[in-house]
């Protein structure tokens, strides 16, 4: 079963570094990662994302990275699909407005931000935005 908690800088910053190295990708300064999730099933991280927050009422997914060991596994789906959940449940709690991500066309990621209500912009390349609205949280009853 996969789980999803905060990003720990002290913790989890070495394994997101490996991961890019092992991917080729630039590693980013520990000063830019902003508040992210992480992914893990028995003891093992799978995915990675994190929420930069613009003038603090729109989120900005970035980063989403995930653990090249397995990168054919089923589980890539579904920790995704948490991350980005649970990223949202950040975004509403810090009082955003919407949420914004930028992706490949055509992408895995594409798909599933879809299949969670983002909307797609027009046709553009190298990136496509997405977006959805954050609901705020509901207010109790007087």
């Known amino acids: 079963m996969i789980s999803f908690r905060p990003f720990s800088l002290e913790k989890d910053y070495p394994t997101l570094v490996r991961w890019w190295e092992r991917r080729g990708t630039p590693v980013?300064?520990?000063?830019?990662?902003?508040?992210?999730?992480?992914?893990?099933?028995?003891?093992?991280?799978?995915?990675?994302?994190?929420?930069?927050?613009?003038?603090?009422?729109?989120?900005?997914?970035?980063?989403?990275?995930?653990?090249?060991?397995?990168?054919?596994?089923?589980?890539?789906?579904?920790?995704?699909?948490?991350?980005?959940?649970?990223?949202?449940?950040?975004?509403?709690?810090?009082?955003?407005?919407a949420i914004v991500s930028f992706v490949e066309p055509d992408s895995g990621e594409e798909r599933i931000l879809q299949k969670l209500g983002y909307v797609c912009s027009p046709d553009s390349k190298p990136h496509r935005m997405l977006a959805i609205p954050v609901l705020p949280k509901e207010a109790p009853c007087p």
């Open 28 to 97: 980013m300064p520990e000063i830019v990662i902003p508040d992210g999730v992480v992914a893990h099933s028995a003891g093992l991280d799978i995915a990675m994302s994190f929420l930069y927050f613009h003038r603090g009422k729109i989120g900005v997914i970035e980063l989403t990275t995930t653990n090249p060991a397995c990168a054919f596994s089923k589980d890539l789906v579904v920790a995704w699909t948490g991350v980005y959940k649970a990223l949202y449940d950040v975004a509403r709690e810090a009082g955003c407005k």
